[in-house]
């Protein structure tokens, strides 16, 4: 098997992301329907644990992790890096929802909630991952 990203020899399994991608548009769903801070948090809290490749205390991925073994889904392995790369997105739109949230500024806040929900119900239901796509776009234009 040939790894095909230059950046990362890491493997990612895709059904673990797309069931934190269910999790994560449940999270944004909740915030949106309550605008409750605490679910704003618990997007940064989470997606800071997995950034820094904390997993055994992220509740997304411990979640999922059950989800996956108690349903004996196979681990689908695909490349890291562009999954990390919409890992960083997803963590710097949850600093940005929750600053806009501190400062005041809900209307902002909920703009960015309903881009990453759409984000996250894109990879959770059709498997189309737009920071990969980005990724994938900046590595062809020789950004990345």
């Given at each position: 098997?040939?790894?095909?990203?230059?950046?990362?020899?890491?493997?990612?399994?895709?059904?673990?992301?797309?069931?934190?991608?269910?999790?994560?548009?449940?999270?944004?769903?909740?915030?949106?329907?309550?605008?409750?801070?605490?679910?704003?948090?618990?997007?940064l809290?989470?997606?800071?644990?997995?950034?820094?490749?904390?997993?055994?205390?992220?509740p997304?991925?411990?979640?999922?992790?059950?989800?996956?073994?108690?349903?004996?889904?196979?681990?689908?392995?695909?490349?890291?890096?562009?999954?990390r790369f919409?890992?960083?997105?997803?963590?710097?739109?949850?600093?940005?929802?929750?600053?806009?949230?501190?400062?005041?500024?809900?209307?902002?806040?909920?703009?960015?909630?309903?881009?990453?929900?759409?984000?996250?119900?894109?990879?959770?239901?059709?498997?189309?991952c737009?920071?990969?796509?980005?990724?994938q776009?900046?590595?062809?234009?020789?950004?990345?």
């Open positions: 098997m040939s790894i095909s990203c230059p950046i990362s020899q890491r493997r990612i399994d895709t059904h673990m992301v797309r069931a934190i991608s269910v999790l994560v548009t449940i999270t944004a769903i909740l915030f949106l329907l309550t605008s409750h801070i605490l679910f704003a948090y618990l997007l809290i989470d997606f800071s644990l997995r950034l820094f490749r904390k997993n055994n205390f992220s997304f991925f411990q979640l999922s992790l059950a989800i996956l073994r108690a349903l004996n889904i196979q681990p689908k392995m695909s490349d890291e890096a562009p999954k919409a890992l960083y997105l997803g963590w710097a739109m949850a600093i940005l929802i929750v600053l806009f949230i501190a400062f005041g500024a809900v209307k902002f806040a909920t703009l960015f909630v309903v881009v990453l929900l759409s984000c996250s119900a894109l990879e959770m239901l059709f498997e189309f737009v920071g990969c796509k980005l990724y776009y900046l590595k062809i234009c020789k950004i990345l």
